[in-house]
């Protein structure tokens, strides 16, 4: 029997009507016979309205209080989704970062997993239960809560995936897959169909805040497949994996208000770009402080604060055909 991994983030399970969107993605893939096991995140803009409400009572609360205030979060979400699935009729049982055996080392609110327990897991999945776990939090060896970071759930994911050797990971949001470049910078990005884990990773340190970073390594080092997908309509998502395309340009990045990076295994042959790039930067009058170029990325850090209209200029040149 297969096991299918599918995370949700905060968007998809914003409130009742899109909880039950979520079930019946759910129900579609269980139906077919593969165990299920589901990551969600907290509900909507939970997480920033209890920071926030952290710091009206207090300038520097402690990390160790803000991990259990945040947990809740997704903690709300998994109970009311195992709640919906069982009177929709489906077998569902909701457990926490630490009823999943999610162990991690003691750093407070930017934790690393460093064992996942699966016997829980594994003995409701026999009972043909859903499992649905929280995101973003495990246990430490004090039997503290800790929390990964902001986006931390997918994370959890693909941790788990590595965990249960899953056969795919889907990390359902509210877009439907990685982009050319950030669809509020640019007119017309195009989606991706594949990506290699390498260049996702890029991506990620450049800034693009489409996956959280550490779930990348994870999925690369035991190879779990990432299909990012929207949960609001059946397009065809992104692929991230250890396939790779030569010579493709992946997506132009622009980070801060003056680093563009351009992603793509093989770029530091494409002599043709690189001189388009060039030139685009000359004939806007702009100063460079560095210009790198190696296997799998240009960056281009700038002495002044650059328009996006260089941007665009960039990501037409990187992404033409
Ligand atoms: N709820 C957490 C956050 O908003 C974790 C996540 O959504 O992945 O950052
Ligand atoms: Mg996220």
């Not at 990390?171 to 470049?181: C, N, Q």
Request: glycine share 6%.
């Amino acid at each position: 029997m297969n096991t299918i991994v599918l995370k949700f983030g905060g968007s998809s399970v914003a409130n009742n009507e899109k909880l039950n969107i979520v079930a019946n993605k759910i129900i579609e893939q269980y139906d077919k016979g593969n165990n299920i096991v589901v990551i969600v995140s907290a509900q909507g803009k939970t997480t920033d309205k209890l920071l926030e409400e952290a710091y009206t009572l207090s300038k520097t609360p402690e990390n160790r209080e803000l991990d259990v205030l945040l947990s809740t979060g997704e903690q709300i979400t998994i109970a009311k989704l195992s709640i919906l699935l069982k009177e929709l009729g489906y077998n569902a049982i909701s457990l926490t970062g630490w009823q999943a055996g999610i162990y991690t080392n003691n750093t407070n609110q930017n934790a690393i997993i460093q064992n996942i327990d699966t016997k829980r897991i594994t003995d409701e999945l026999k009972k043909r239960k859903i499992v649905i776990i929280a995101g973003f939090q495990g246990y430490n060896k004090n039997l503290d809560i800790t929390t990964f970071g902001r986006g931390g759930s997918d994370t959890t994911a693909v941790a788990i995936a590595a965990a249960l050797k899953a056969t795919n990971c889907y990390i359902y949001s509210d877009v439907d897959g990685i982009y050319t470049a950030d669809p509020n910078k640019i007119e017309d990005p195009k989606k991706l169909n594949s990506l290699s884990y390498k260049e996702m990773l890029e991506l990620s340190s450049e800034g693009a805040k489409v996956l959280h970073g550490r779930c990348v390594e994870i999925a690369e080092k035991y190879k779990i497949p990432i299909i990012t997908k929207s949960t609001f309509n059946d397009k065809a998502g992104t692929v991230i994996s250890d396939a790779i395309e030569e010579n493709t340009i992946k997506s132009v990045v622009k980070k801060d208000i003056s680093r563009i990076s351009i992603v793509g295994i093989g770029i530091i042959r494409n002599i043709e770009l690189i001189q388009k790039i060039l030139d685009i930067i000359n004939q806007n009058k702009q100063e460079l402080l560095e210009f790198n170029v190696t296997e799998s990325k240009i960056s281009i850090n700038f002495k002044n604060v650059i328009p996006d209209q260089i941007l665009e200029e960039i990501h037409s040149v990187a992404t033409e055909k």
